[in-house]
């Protein structure tokens, strides 16, 4: 919970810069490059290590933002990061800031599940169909799993939408058992 909260705080403070700067985008890209590099279980554990002396930390947070070409801003945020011991945040500050952008550009994410890849037709139809629904801007990941037999399941902001053969299958089963 408190990293929820910490990285909501961090997120937050990055995200009012971005848009000063207009760079919502581009520095919520660079953020989540350096949460996914710095996430490596090896260099976490270096960066973390209570035995790493607080310049050297610096030094090597420094760059790690350098090789990954970071802008100034983000380098800048890095090395803030890594001065009040919030390395290890990085993961839920980057999540937050995503959460915090996509509020604020009125867009949501969804995961929908297909039986089979879907066409691009089928894909528009059910992004379609979410967005008269939640009246956002969807951003949908596929995700294929042959186990639903046809049809589509979409997770949208903690509510799921199943209209797979696979749970049709199990309703009539249950009907047809009472």
Do not use: C
């Amino acid at each position: 919970m408190i990293a929820t909260k910490v990285g909501r705080r961090y997120a937050l403070a990055l995200l009012e810069l971005a848009a000063e700067q207009n760079q919502l985008e581009p520095w919520g890209a660079e953020l989540e490059r350096l949460a996914q590099t710095v996430s490596s279980p090896d260099l976490m554990a270096r960066l973390t290590s209570p035995q790493l002396p607080d310049r050297q930390r610096l030094e090597a947070m420094t760059l790690v933002a350098e090789r990954l070409r970071l802008s100034f801003p983000l380098r800048s945020f890095a090395v803030v990061v890594a001065r009040h011991g919030r390395i290890a945040d990085l993961g839920a500050i980057a999540q937050a800031y995503q959460d915090l952008l996509d509020q604020r550009l009125g867009r949501a994410r969804a995961s929908l599940t297909f039986a089979a890849p879907p066409s691009d037709a089928d894909r528009a139809a059910v992004v379609q169909a979410l967005e008269r629904l939640s009246g956002k801007k969807i951003i949908a990941a596929i995700k294929v799993d042959p186990a639903l037999l046809g049809g589509v399941v979409a997770e949208l902001q903690g509510r799921t939408y199943d209209a797979s053969v696979a749970t049709q299958l199990a309703i009539m089963e249950r009907q047809l058992s009472r």
